[in-house]
Nanobody, 125 residues
Framework: QVQLVASGGGLVQPGGSLRLSCAASGNIFSINDMGWHRQAPGKQRELVATITSGGSTNYADSVKGRFTISRDNAKNTVYLQMNSLKPEDTAVYYC???????????????????WGQGTQVTVSS
C-alpha cells in the first residue's frame, strides 16, 4: 500500500517559519492531487492548501500570502513552506494524496486516497 510520511513540524515563535515535507512511498503508479490539512484542538480538520500534478495550487484564505505549497513529482513529495506564522496556525498538520497504485501486476491499478500520520506545529513565544 502507498504510505505517506510527514515531517518538519516543531515549535516556532510568532513570525517565524517552518517547512513541512510529506513523502509518498510504495507501489505508486501516479499521484494526482496532494495537499495539507490541519486540525487545531477542539476544532474540525480544515483544508490548508492543495496542489495538482500539473502544479495548480489552492489555499485557504487564512494562509494566502504566507504559506506556499509545492511538490517534487520525481520524489513523490509535497512541501508546505510556512512563513509569518501566527499562534492561530498551531495545529496538527496532515498531508493527503490521491492517485493510482498497483500490487503484484503493474497493469492492474487501484485508486488510493491516503493520509499521513500528522506533524505538530506549535507557534508560541
Amino acid at each position: 500500500q502507498v504510505q505517506l510520511v510527514a515531517s518538519g513540524g516543531g515549535l516556532v515563535q510568532p513570525g517565524g517559519s517552518l517547512r513541512l515535507s510529506c513523502a509518498a512511498s510504495g507501489n505508486i503508479f501516479s499521484i494526482n492531487d496532494m495537499g495539507w490539512h490541519r486540525q487545531a484542538p477542539g476544532k474540525q480538520r480544515e483544508l490548508v492548501a492543495t496542489i495538482t500534478s500539473g502544479g495548480s495550487t489552492n489555499y485557504a484564505d487564512s494562509v494566502k500570502g504566507r504559506f506556499t505549497i509545492s511538490r517534487d513529482n520525481a520524489k513523490n513529495t509535497v512541501y508546505l513552506q510556512m512563513n509569518s506564522l501566527k499562534p492561530e496556525d498551531t495545529a496538527v498538520y496532515y498531508c493527503n494524496a490521491g492517485g493510482a497504485e498497483y500490487r503484484n501486476d503493474r497493469n492492474v491499478r487501484y485508486g488510493f486516497d491516503r493520509w499521513g500520520q500528522g506533524t505538530q506545529v506549535t507557534v508560541s513565544s
